[in-house]
């Protein structure tokens, strides 16, 4: 029951809200129509008499004067609205037609009706743009021209212009004529826009163990590595901005007096840590890049921990003052060579006599290979390393101690492909501490012993093994170095050899006594070597730091050009750049040593080889003479 009643009454409520509705609109509708009425009164400002001339032609008209028509507003009001919504004024119209065509000429009467007005929107123009098709990316427009629709501003700002003018213009469009441009925001790709979303990610900050997993990885390594010589490079650079090209420089005789000189210390390299209190053992140039030298180095004694055997690649391009790479091994390496033919391999001697192999793509710096501890191999130290042959064919020959001769391949060292045996007469193993096998040679080689003997071999063919024995040292040869032979008149038979009898002699393949005896020195001749450019040029140290160049075109009795090394430390090795203008050296203490040869020394006249040529069958003769 109280539900229902509730429904009623809201039942009740709602028809009473209808019905003040309906009330408040006819009270409306009746105020406009008494407003138009008054407009049309009052709004034309006609006089009485003007006034009813009009309502006499409209009556004659046949048509209901304007007073009539304002007298029937009242009975219009009490139309409803269904009926003025049903009946059309043409009906109405036609209907009173109709009715008065039957008399004479009746007045009309006019009544207004309430028409429902509907607001239909004009057809849409659609304004296409110049502009790029790409997809929105939903925070910038990319419209060339963007229009105010507003026009408030622009119409503002013009108030002499008429504004029933001005409103006829189309939206965007100011008075004058001009569109309003605005500044146009660049477009942005997909794909830009999630670059700058990566861009704003937050930066992860890595743990500790994270940071030494990355540290010690090998791709991070390997970055530190190569970027670190680079950079290492660049710094190292001293390039001299002031030089003075024409000739007129305030270091004018400073320059002269270095061109003159005929020796010149140009650097040092040394690494305090790996070459200290190691004796440089041995040296050898690259074919592929001449700038490289590697070198190999004794045991620290001092450093018992520290590897026995270190090798250090270094370059003398650059002014850096560290090693390309370092490499070791458990053994103290006595000889090293890079393999001719592979520029990244670097093979060692050692004093156990393993033959070593190192590789600088690698990050490991021991051996990647190395050769058994066998009879079938090395058993003594390897004193002599050198890889001979051709790019399709070639081979590493290694000479032991013990007079063993081995012959390996690159592709397999756990066994060598032949070996010989060195042997005097006697049956006698023969102690073999240098070697060098002449130009363009692969078979016959020359070698060196401790007991001051010269010995030339074979590696095949029916006279394999020892076949002359030369005229002796007075004590052990510590070195041996081929003539070059480039040219004709043929030298290739010329071989020169140091020992420590404090002499220097030399040999000739076709004859088994010395040309010549060289006996300026006052210690023992540690080393010697042929320049690979000059013929008649060569460089020898001794112990007690002594760096000699003999021109023997000039003097055979004197050195042409002598230099002690700083300190004077006992010289072991002496090896000359490719280009036949420096001469490295090595000493006891670990230190390679870099000299610049002036030109005029180092470099060949055309007149050289007929000179030399001249030079040695005078001393041919002097010989024949003494015998």
Not at 381 to 388: F, N, T
Not at 433 to 451: H, K, Q, R, W, Y
Request: glycine share 6%; proline share 5%.
């Amino acid at each position: 029951m109280d539900r229902k009643a509730e429904l009623e009454r809201k039942k009740a409520k709602l028809a009473a809200l209808r019905e003040e509705k309906d009330r408040r609109r006819r009270e409306k509708e009746i105020k406009d129509m008494e407003e138009a009425a008054g407009r049309i009164g009052t709004g034309t400002g006609i006089d009485k008499d003007q006034r009813k001339d009009l309502d006499e032609m409209l009556s004659s008209l046949g048509v209901a004067p304007v007073s009539e028509v304002l007298s029937s507003l009242s009975s219009a009001n009490s139309l409803t609205s269904d009926n003025s919504n049903t009946q059309t004024p043409d009906v109405s119209l036609q209907a009173t037609v109709n009715g008065q065509g039957s008399g004479k000429k009746q007045p009309l009467n006019l009544s207004v009706y309430n028409v429902q007005a509907t607001n239909i929107p004009p057809k849409e123009t659609l304004v296409y743009t110049k502009q790029t098709q790409t997809t929105s990316t939903g925070g910038h427009e990319r419209d060339v021209l963007a229009f105010d629709a507003q026009g408030d501003d622009e119409e503002s700002s013009l108030p002499h212009l008429d504004h029933g003018f001005s409103s006829k213009l189309p939206p965007g469009y100011l008075n004058h004529g001009l569109p309003t441009v605005k500044d146009v925001a660049p477009a942005i790709t997909p794909l830009e826009q999630k670059k700058e979303q990566e861009e704003k990610k937050e930066v992860k900050e890595l743990s500790e163990e994270q940071k030494q997993m990355i540290i010690l990885s090998e791709d991070f390594q390997r970055f530190v590595l190569k970027a670190g010589r680079v950079i290492e490079r660049a710094l190292s650079e001293n390039v001299d901005i002031y030089t003075d090209y024409i000739g007129c420089g305030d270091n004018e005789e400073a320059n002269d007096e270095r061109s003159h000189a005929r020796l010149s210390l140009n650097r040092v390299f040394y690494d305090e840590r790996w070459s200290k209190n190691r004796c440089i053992t041995s040296m050898d140039w690259s074919t592929h890049f001449p700038e490289l030298v590697v070198a190999s180095y004794h045991n620290n004694e001092e450093s018992p921990n520290e590897p026995d055997g270190v090798v250090m690649v270094w370059n003398t391009k650059f002014k850096k003052q560290t090693p390309e790479d370092v490499f070791h091994c458990q053994s103290a390496v006595m000889s090293t060579c890079f393999a001719k033919f592979n520029p990244n391999l670097i093979l060692g001697g050692t004093y156990s006599g393993q033959i070593v192999l190192w590789d600088n793509r690698v990050q490991k710096r021991t051996p990647i290979q190395r050769t058994p501890l066998s009879a079938a191999a090395h058993t003594h130290p390897v004193y002599c390393l050198q890889m001979v042959g051709t790019q399709n064919a070639h081979n590493v020959i290694s000479i032991s101690s013990d007079g063993k001769l081995c012959s390996w391949s690159l592709d397999m060292l756990s066994q060598p492909q032949d070996t010989l045996e060195l042997q005097q007469r006697q049956s006698k193993a023969i102690a073999i501490t240098c070697m060098a096998f002449p130009a363009n040679e692969i078979n016959s080689l020359v070698m060196g012993s401790e007991d001051g003997y010269v010995y030339s071999a074979s590696r095949h063919g029916l006279r394999s093994g020892v076949n002359e024995v030369f005229e002796r040292h007075l004590g052990p040869i510590t070195g041996i170095s081929t003539h070059y032979n480039q040219s004709s008149p043929d030298f290739g038979h010329l071989y020169l050899t140091s020992s420590i009898d404090w002499t220097i002699k030399l040999w000739s393949l076709k004859d088994t006594r010395p040309l010549y005896s060289f006996e300026d020195n006052s210690d023992y001749v540690m080393d010697v070597a042929w320049s690979p450019v000059h013929p008649a040029l060569f460089a020898a140290v001794d112990g007690s730091g002594r760096l000699d160049l003999w021109n023997l075109n000039q003097d055979t009795e004197v050195p042409t050009a002598s230099i002690v090394v700083d300190g004077a430390p006992a010289l072991n090795r002496v090896s000359w750049t490719p280009s036949g203008l420096h001469v490295t050296i090595g000493d006891e203490s670990g230190k390679l040593y870099v000299y610049d040869v002036a030109e005029h020394l180092a470099l060949p006249s055309r007149d050289e080889w007929s000179r030399f040529n001249a030079t040695l069958n005078e001393l041919k003769m002097n010989q024949n003479d003494e015998v």
